[in-house]
């Protein structure tokens, strides 16, 4: 069973860093294109970003909305997404969800989410 | 960037009627629309890909139709467990994008 596991949200002040991740079991995310996507309180989906497959090269598209501030990477030995977030703000406070694109299985729709974790951002 | 647009915002719906959501891209993203269901408290589901390519484990109520810039997310015979909000997506363009979200409440 395909699974996505969030972790790492929490309480950081304005202008701060963080750093979430996203464990995988049932599939290896070197063989996916992961992306990050997060929903503000009461509002919609924003994509963040996304890190392709071993086979894709792994290289990295990004939200330019987002000014560079977040990046996508991977670690195949541990089979996580990770999220460094910078320079954060009141606007970034929202749940986080990684996302899954496993090509075969529903080509460049999101097959599996996790269940998010919350980032509030606050003083 | 391409924006999707999606009405009505809100629906309230008796059970076993049908309901119709629609998507409309700022451009022509061919057939790459993408549609979930997200539950309160949940994280979205897919429902439906590619504009009407269907999932296992969906039931066959719900489905899909459109080209181009015009989308349409169909639920025949609603259930009240179909309460929820739901969202098309597109894949055509980075970045890709979400409609605003669609709620559908059971009267």
């Known amino acids: 069973e395909v699974q996505l596991v969030e972790s790492g949200g929490g309480l950081v002040k304005p202008g701060g860093s963080l750093r979430l991740s996203c464990a995988a079991s049932?599939?290896?995310?070197?063989?996916?294109?992961m992306s990050w996507v997060r929903q503000a309180p009461g509002k919609g989906l924003e994509w963040i970003g996304r890190?392709?497959?071993?086979?894709?090269?792994?290289?990295?598209d990004n939200n330019a909305a987002l000014k560079g501030r977040f990046i996508v990477s991977r670690d195949d030995s541990k089979n996580t997404v990770n999220l460094q977030m910078n320079s954060l703000d009141a606007e970034d406070t929202a749940v986080y969800f990684c996302a899954s694109n496993r090509l075969a299985v529903a080509g460049w729709a999101f097959d599996s989410w996790g269940l998010g974790t919350q980032v509030t951002v606050s003083s | 960037e391409i924006v999707l647009t999606q009405s009505p915002d809100f629906q309230s719906v008796t059970p076993k009627e049908k309901v119709t959501i629609t998507c409309r891209a700022s451009?022509?993203?061919?057939?790459?629309i993408h549609w979930y269901q997200q539950k309160p408290n949940q994280s979205p589901k897919l429902l439906i890909k590619?504009?009407?390519e269907s999932l296992s484990g969906v039931p066959s109520r719900f489905s899909g139709s459109g080209f181009g810039t015009d989308f349409t997310l169909s639920i025949n015979s609603l259930e009240a467990e179909d309460a929820a909000t739901y969202y098309c997506h597109q894949s055509s363009h980075l970045p890709v994008t979400f409609g605003g979200g669609t709620k559908v409440e059971i009267k």
């Open positions: 590619y504009t009407s």
């Open positions: 451009q022509s993203i061919g057939n790459s």
């Open positions: 890190i392709r497959g071993v086979s894709e090269g792994g290289s990295t």
């Open positions: 049932g599939f290896s995310v070197s063989n996916a294109w």
